[in-house]
């Protein structure tokens, strides 16, 4: 069972705040593509948190879903600076959180597995310790 967790955070400009208690649900980091484009060229680490424990305390996001896909995630990002803050899931019930919002990122304490690894740039790194996946688990 996770164990639960209180959590807050902002963007780079402050004008988006929220905070998040729940069970953290996943730790990890992406190297997927999009997670590519959207951290600039690293991998994208994260947290998964249940959906109804999230609250934006400060501001509203911007959000963007892609239309040409089939099953598409909506992302949630300051309008002002750009700080990409969660993306919501298609389940509904679920978000992932990046981990450089965190007030405290110390919170994180590190991944616990790397999935998308199939698209993994030769600069990227995973700590040795952790599962790797081509794909999702």
Do not use: M, N, S, Y
């Given at each position: 069972m996770p164990?639960?967790?209180d959590l807050t955070g902002r963007c780079y400009c402050g004008a988006l705040q929220y905070a998040a208690t729940g069970p953290v649900q996943l730790k990890a980091q992406c190297h997927c593509r999009e997670c590519q484009y959207i951290s600039g060229g690293g991998p994208n680490y994260f947290m998964i948190l249940p959906r109804?424990?999230?609250t934006w305390t400060k501001?509203?996001?911007q959000t963007f879903t892609r239309s040409d896909l089939d099953s598409p995630v909506t992302r949630c990002f300051c309008g002002t600076c750009g700080t990409h803050i969660t993306t919501e899931l298609t389940?509904?019930?679920r978000?992932?959180?990046k981990?450089?919002?965190?007030n405290d990122p110390l919170a994180y304490g590190g991944p616990?597995?790397?999935i998308y690894t199939c698209d993994e740039q030769p600069f990227h790194v995973t700590p040795g310790n952790i599962?790797?996946?081509e794909r999702l688990p």
């Open positions: 164990t639960p967790t109804d424990g999230f501001g509203t996001p389940d509904g019930e978000i992932v959180l981990v450089g919002t965190l616990k597995i790397a599962a790797r996946f």
